[in-house]
């Protein structure tokens, strides 16, 4: 069983930066693949970016490709998303998601771990 926290939300500005934390605990996530969606209220949930099990290939939605950046610390059993230039659209809960395959989801119905969520809000 996997456990995953998400940390690093919280309330800017239009083109500032974030950087999201995501630690397991439990077991290892070094061959898992890892993603992050997000969600609005009454919305479904959005893909963003995906993480081969040894960084062996990142995937990112179109509306975030070049702003931002997935990477993984498997010593650390930790995954990042950094987020820069942000815009208000942006403004969602983001969560932590791990799938049972080393290869990673580009959907969020294909993740079968999930954290709780980091709220990340940006006003223009």
């Known amino acids: 069983q996997v456990q995953l926290g998400e940390s690093g939300g919280g309330v800017v500005q239009a083109g500032a930066s974030l950087r999201l934390s995501c630690v397991a605990s439990?077991?290892?996530?070094?061959?898992?693949?890892m993603g992050w969606c997000r969600q609005v209220p009454g919305k479904e949930r959005e893909f963003v970016a995906a993480i081969g099990w040894r960084s062996s290939g990142t995937y990112y939605a179109d509306s975030v490709k070049g702003r931002f950046t997935i990477s993984r610390d498997n010593a650390k059993n930790t995954v990042f998303l950094r987020l820069n230039d942000l815009r208000p659209e942006d403004t969602a809960t983001y969560y932590c998601a791990a799938d049972r395959s080393r290869m990673p989801s580009t959907r969020c119905s294909g993740y079968y771990y999930w954290g709780h969520g980091t709220q990340v809000t940006v006003s223009s």
């Open positions: 439990g077991r290892t996530i070094a061959e898992n693949g």
